[in-house]
């Protein structure tokens, strides 16, 4: 079984333009969520998604939101990117919702730089 | 605001020598997981804790909950080259707060 795909794998973007980042997770897994992980502040959760729908999420500005299609992928947007924007964003799938109750499996992360 | 703290930061230890990390939450937890992220790669799930004083072992790695759901332990005994990487510890506090403890860095010196 394939795991969990991230694309792009790297970015580079310029402060105020937005980012797209998407995310495929394992076949039959319904949940995803997303993590962004930074040297100085660690990982952090973003949001989770499950059957399209938003069920939980962090403590991050409403520039990051994401959404989920019917097919379990999902897509992370960034609007007006500012510098401590740069970090790791991971995606991780589990089978049933609720990922931070559940075994998640982490995709590779796209690295995102921002100048 | 909450933490999640972990301990040490940073280890290097002797291959062959035991290793503990211990999370510690300002709040209790509804569980705890522990995660495994080699140099350059993405976290991997290890496993998850959920009752109060639960002990679970996978090999030569025994997890602990605390008494209180407020902290948590990794030991792993007699360590490898292969157990190199960043331990996290993460868990859920009130309503669906997920933290991520600050992560302990191991080296193994063969």
């Known amino acids: 079984k394939a795991g969990v795909t991230q694309t792009p794998r790297y970015l580079i973007k310029t402060r105020g333009q937005q980012v797209t980042l998407s995310c495929s997770p394992i076949s039959g897994h319904r949940s995803v969520s997303w993590y962004q992980q930074t040297p100085g502040q660690g990982l952090q959760f973003l949001f989770e998604y499950f059957s399209e729908t938003q069920r939980n999420k962090g403590n991050f500005p409403g520039r990051f939101s994401g959404r989920q299609f019917s097919n379990s992928r999902s897509e992370m947007n960034v609007s007006t990117l500012e510098l401590g924007d740069s970090a790791l964003y991971l995606c991780?799938?589990?089978?049933?919702?609720?990922?931070?109750?559940?075994?998640?499996?982490f995709g590779p992360g796209t690295r995102l730089t921002v100048l | 605001g909450q933490q999640v703290m972990q301990i040490p930061q940073y280890q290097h230890v002797q291959e062959g020598e035991d290793f503990t990390t211990y999370c510690n939450s300002s709040t209790t937890l509804s569980n705890i997981q522990w995660y495994k992220q080699r140099p350059g790669g993405h976290p991997v799930f290890l496993i998850q804790?959920?009752?109060?004083?639960e002990v679970k072992k996978q090999k030569r790695l025994t997890f602990q909950f605390g008494e209180a759901k407020k902290n948590s332990s990794l030991h792993i005994t007699a360590t490898q080259t292969t157990d190199v990487g960043t331990y996290f510890c993460a868990g859920v506090s009130g309503t669906y707060k997920y933290i991520f403890g600050t992560g302990t860095r191991l080296k193994v010196l063969a």
């Open positions: 804790l959920v009752k109060s004083g």
């Open positions: 991780a799938s589990s089978l049933e919702g609720g990922g931070p109750y559940n075994e998640q499996f």
